[in-house]
């Protein structure tokens, strides 16, 4: 929700500031798009360019001069995509926001919640205000303060202390030329400084909501906490907190490439992370695996025996496509570790009042590790004397920083804001992790897990099979004939039916048609009346122990006129369904890291042929940040 980012200082040879912001943006776009805008610090002035819409109209604004011809010479600039919370995105809402004086600009990713009473404050004492933001009441507070004489890191820290919410900012300020002052409390933000090198490049810094913002810009990277005030400059930060006091924050290393973040020659960010899924399960399993063992072992000795030996429930908190892995895992857990899961949606979870059993393991499963339900819920099963673990794509993440263990994925950066390699290292992470739990607690024998193992290893090369035959030109057929129903209704049974849940996400969320994910036997007490000529139902099914079940679903939905699709390896539903996107047979406790496959695909060939913005949905934004 929303991305912010700043640079001082010099950016390397031949970068000059509002590019490079520009640049940070664009990678940040994912996170909103309602707007986008730069204020840079020249010659004493400030000076400002916001557009309403996609980075690309503040690039047509830019490259008009909008921010004058003397823009190379800025010393200082800060930058902002935007997914509007307070206000509709128009130019006058878009960030960066200034006080009247314009002494001060500021960034802003979160909800500053007193902003009315602010608001009316500063009415009260004849200040006009422009935009309907939130965010504008920090920067004529930061203003009034700096016009009494205050420094910009003192003006920040004292209105930040009278802000109720949630915020990633950035101010800068002609007052303090070479100055960022930047504060998190909630949404991530991540600086990185470097001196003068060997390249030409002298000293500068460059801070971004993500780690993605920053690889162009160096590896080593300090994430601030909560709480946490920096004053960035050229070549150096310094971490204090709104009492001013200095606070120590050491930097670290990030795994990923500025490539890694790139399309290359794809058409979209989702079409090359879905045909990134075979080396991302490689990514997240395969050094783990001790196959002679029948056994998983993580780095730094996390969830070993010792440590799992106390766990006696788990309970998964997640959103949105981590919670469908979730409920994957949960299924996984209860079956290789025969310990008992619960699984909830994070926003529910952190405001009903929960009871947790002494034992819990409280798993949350995050891509971005940032998202604000997610970590509420999390913090709350901890307080209620949970043991905190995660399943987590980023490295320096906050969900990764306040567990007590992790488990990486490795997917790599994910930028389509449609969530699909992400979902298929976090059930395979989860896999791991119900392997491990019972090989520790003794409740699976080493030769299953042996097998299981061995099978696992063996999905990679039948995904890259699945991505580069036939499969692709069924997808195509299927989304061309029935891209147009009237409804579609995704039913799976046991670990497949929450694959049914992902396969109507995606659909919903990028081409915009109404899905509903439904467990196959809960239809005859309701969706069956939905059914009828023009609806299209998807069936996943995979050989096990519910195939048969979900062969007499597919045979009632025939019977009332429903055509369907049958998803997976079971050649029995294929014989009587309308069309097939097959896939290889695999045990049935893996094949949902097959079957979704040519859901994802499905979804992304209807959105193609729709013309829908696949990798920037309507309304949607990567990271929330925000409840
Ligand atoms: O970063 P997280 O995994 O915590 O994000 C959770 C959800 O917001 C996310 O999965 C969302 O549902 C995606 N848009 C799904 O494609």
């Given amino acids: 929700m929303c991305g912010i980012v700043g640079a001082v200082g010099d950016l390397g040879p031949g970068q000059e500031l509002v590019p490079s912001l520009v640049d940070g943006l664009r990678v940040l776009e994912y996170r909103g798009y309602d707007s986008a805008g730069v204020a840079v610090e020249i010659d004493g002035t400030l000076a400002t360019c916001c557009r309403a819409g996609r980075l690309a109209n503040l690039e047509e604004s830019l490259a008009a001069e909008q921010l004058g011809p003397a823009a190379s010479a800025a010393s200082a600039g800060i930058g902002h995509t935007r997914w509007a919370t307070h206000g509709p ?14 002494r001060v600009a500021v960034v802003h990713n979160g909800i500053i919640e007193n902003y009315a009473a ?31 004489g205050e420094d910009l890191a003192s003006a920040v820290a004292g209105t930040l202390r009278r802000a109720r ?5 950035a101010f800068i300020s002609p007052s303090c030329p070479g100055l960022i002052v930047c504060a998190r409390k909630g949404p991530p933000l991540a600086l990185a400084t470097w001196a003068a090198d060997d390249s030409g490049r002298g000293a500068g810094a460059y801070l971004a909501s993500d780690v993605l913002g920053l690889l162009p810009h160096g590896r080593q990277v300090v994430y601030l906490e909560d709480g946490d005030l920096a004053l960035l400059e ?31 020659d794809w058409p979209h960010y989702m079409l090359k992370e879905i045909h990134e899924q075979p080396d991302v399960l490689a990514q997240t399993t395969f050094e783990r695996i001790r196959e002679e063992a029948g056994d998983v072992v993580f780095e730094g000795n996390q969830w070993s025996d010792e440590s799992l030996a106390g766990i006696e429930r788990v309970q998964v908190i997640a959103c949105g496509t981590a919670l469908h892995a979730g409920i994957i895992g949960a299924y996984m857990v209860e079956e290789l570790a025969r310990v008992p899961v619960d699984v909830d949606f994070a926003s529910e979870f952190r405001y009903r009042d929960p009871v947790l059993a002494p034992g819990t393991l409280a798993l949350a499963v995050s891509q971005s590790g940032e998202t604000a339900d997610t970590l509420a819920a999390l913090r709350l099963a901890q307080e209620l004397g949970g043991r905190g673990g995660a399943i987590c ?3 320096g993440s906050t969900l990764v920083r306040e567990v007590e263990e992790v488990i990486l994925t490795h997917a790599g950066p994910e930028i389509g ?27 699976l024998a080493a030769r299953t897990a042996r097998e299981l193992l061995g099978e696992l290893r ?13 499969l692709l030109e069924e997808i195509r057929a299927c989304a061309a004939r029935f891209g147009e ?9 046991g670990v497949n039916y929450p694959v049914a849940l992902e396969g109507a996400l995606k659909l919903k969320e990028i081409a915009y048609v109404h899905a509903e994910g439904y467990p196959a036997g809960e239809m005859k007490h309701g969706p069956i009346a939905l059914v009828e000529p023009g609806m299209t139902i998807l069936a996943i099914n995979s050989p096990g122990r519910v195939a048969e079940k979900v062969r007499s679903n597919i045979e009632q939905v025939k019977a009332r006129g429903g055509e369907v699709i049958s998803v997976g390896a079971d050649a029995a539903s294929h014989a009587i369904a309308d069309a097939v996107l097959a896939v290889p047979e695999c045990p049935e406790l893996l094949s949902p890291l097959l079957n979704v496959v040519p859901l994802q695909l499905f979804a992304y060939e209807v959105a193609r042929l729709k013309g829908c913005d696949i990798d920037k949905p309507r309304n949607l934004a990567k990271s929330v940040t925000v409840e």
Avoid: I
């Fill in 458 to 470: 063996g999905l990679r090369p039948c995904m890259e099979r699945l991505l580069s035959g036939g």
């Fill in 417 to 443: 804001v449609a969530s699909t390699k992400a979902f298929t290292a976090q059930v395979a992470a989860a896999f791991l992790l119900s392997l491990r739990l019972g090989r520790a607690r003794g409740a």
């Fill in 89 to 102: 995105p128009t130019d006058g809402n878009a960030h960066p926001h200034m006080d009247s004086a314009r």
């Fill in 393 to 395: 794509n980023v490295v």
């Fill in 118 to 148: 602010l608001r009316d404050e500063l009415e009260a004492a004849g200040v006009t205000l422009v935009s309907d933001t939130d965010t504008e009441v920090l920067a004529h507070l930061v203003g009034s303060r700096l016009e009494a």
């Fill in 165 to 169: 919410g949630y915020y990633a900012v």
């Fill in 485 to 493: 129903s009237k409804g579609f209704l995704f039913l799976g049974r």
């Fill in 234 to 264: 050229a070549g150096r930060v310094e971490v204090r907190g709104l009492d001013g006091k200095v606070r120590r924050r050491e930097a670290c290393t990030v795994e990923w490439e500025a490539e890694d973040a790139g399309l290359g």
